[in-house]
């Protein structure tokens, strides 16, 4: 039987060796129950001051669609972890796999092929250490992985990637470059943002596995920051969250894996630091998360090209964003 209304959650504990899933079964009115805590036999990571960048990403675990194998990444020991999927939702580890790089971050899962994003720990604009890169791996029937060959993307020092989001049509594997393009901030810029601005990059995927790019767009806008990215579920349609513009960028892409600005959409009058974003399965609503200030932005998508503000929802707790 399919597993259905459970929750994964990534601990990212930094301690060597403990990092783990952490499972949870939703029930009818919406509460969640825990299942247990599940070890990956890989090491988490610690961003001890904070820092914008190291781990900024999305899709720190994915499950195959038949919700049978769970992939979850190991930042600090720079390896994937393989579980399957068990009846009641617990997990049995298949196997710890070395994820081709340092910092993986991000999977990215079309057919048999599963992509990781390795962020590495470069700063922007530094060169020292391992560059960072996207590598492409097999899964094979046991749910194990095998790197294929060629299959890595070696990327520029320090751009730090954050995503491996993957087209719904399998065609396309889509990434942001979060500190790419050298450029100069005005006098007084906050500090916690480098002089490097941020680039969506589109590759096509190849029957083989491998992954050719196909183009790359900037934020139009200053400061020209972009984190996450999500496609509709039906319509060749990419949205990107411009973190310090209050709005999210609409692009277009087309079977070439072009892509094409169409529209910029604002959040609500108080969002700022716009980052990841989530859209409902028949594609009607989109929902993007501000992280300067603690708030959700609904949008409708009634029209995709073109998504209308809604509502911004104020989440609960201790706010961590700026006041």
């Not at 095998?146 to 990637?161: C, N, R, W, Y």
């Amino acid at each position: 039987a399919t597993v259905e209304n459970v929750i994964y959650v990534n601990s990212n504990n930094p301690t060597p060796g403990k990092n783990s899933i952490l499972a949870y079964r939703r029930l009818s009115d919406g509460t969640l129950k825990s299942i247990g805590e599940f070890l990956t036999g890989g090491t988490g990571y610690y961003n001890a001051d904070d820092r914008l960048g190291p781990d900024d990403s999305d899709q720190e675990i994915i499950a195959t669609p038949d919700h049978r194998t769970l992939y979850a990444v190991n930042s600090g020991s720079h390896s994937i972890t393989a579980f399957e999927i068990e009846k009641n939702g617990s997990l049995h580890r298949i196997g710890v796999f070395n994820s081709g790089g340092a910092n993986p971050v991000s999977i990215g899962l079309t057919d048999d092929n599963l992509y990781v994003i390795n962020k590495s720990f470069q700063d922007p604009g530094q060169s020292a250490g391992d560059n960072p890169n996207i590598t492409t791996f097999k899964v094979k029937h046991d749910g194990s992985l095998q790197a294929i060959p060629h299959g890595t993307v070696e990327l520029p020092d320090g751009v730090q990637p954050t995503q491996a989001l993957i087209s719904p049509d399998g065609r396309h594997l889509f990434t942001i470059d979060l500190f790419e393009n050298p450029i100069t901030l005005p006098p007084g810029f906050p500090p916690f943002a480098p002089p490097f601005s941020s680039t969506i990059v589109s590759y096509n995927i190849q029957p083989n596995g491998r992954l050719v790019e196909a183009d790359r767009e900037t934020n139009p806008n200053f400061p020209p920051y972009m984190l996450g990215l999500q496609a509709h579920p039906t319509a060749n349609v990419l949205y990107a969250g411009f973190l310090l513009n209050q709005s999210i960028g609409v692009y277009t892409y087309n079977k070439a894996g072009n892509l094409t600005l169409v529209d910029q959409a604002a959040t609500g009058p108080g969002d700022v630091g716009t980052c990841w974003i989530e859209i409902t399965k028949d594609g009607k609503f989109a929902y993007a998360t501000n992280a300067t200030t603690d708030t959700v932005t609904v949008f409708s998508l009634a029209d995709p090209l073109h998504p209308t503000f809604i509502q911004s929802v104020a989440l609960g707790g201790p706010k961590v964003g700026v006041p």
